[in-house]
């Protein structure tokens, strides 16, 4: 059984960092595209950013200000959150992407707030 399990996020003011986690288990992370969405209340999901084998890419928004980063030995995949701001507000998930495959797994989500 494949499992995405996140934690971190939490409520922050602007300006603020937060760091989120996914631990995976049941796949071989190196062979997975690993990405973190967001989806605010009432907006479709979308892509924050994404680090595959050969590249990692950011939305526009978060550019900048987000890292993502996977430890592959540990199965892990973080997203260091900087300068939040309050259109950061949504619940975030941890993606995992089959390389050449079709499989696609999600962690449960994280709410992820910023408000002063």
């Known amino acids: 059984q494949v499992q995405l399990v996140q934690s971190g996020g939490g409520f922050v003011q602007p300006g603020g960092s937060l760091r989120l986690s996914c631990a995976a288990s049941?796949?071989?992370?190196?062979?997975?595209?690993m990405g973190w969405y967001r989806q605010a209340p009432g907006k479709q999901r979308e892509l924050v950013a994404s680090?595959?084998?050969?590249?990692?890419t950011y939305s526009e928004s978060v550019k900048g200000r987000f890292t993502i980063s996977r430890d592959n030995a540990k199965n892990m995949v973080y997203l260091q959150m900087d300068r939040l701001k309050s259109e950061d507000t949504a619940v975030y998930y941890c993606?995992?992407?089959?390389?050449?495959?079709?499989?696609?797994?999600w962690g449960q989500g994280t709410q992820v707030a910023v408000s002063s």
């Open positions: 993606n995992a992407k089959h390389t050449w495959g079709s499989n696609n797994f």
């Open positions: 680090h595959s084998v050969t590249n990692i």
């Open positions: 049941g796949i071989i992370l190196t062979i997975y595209t």
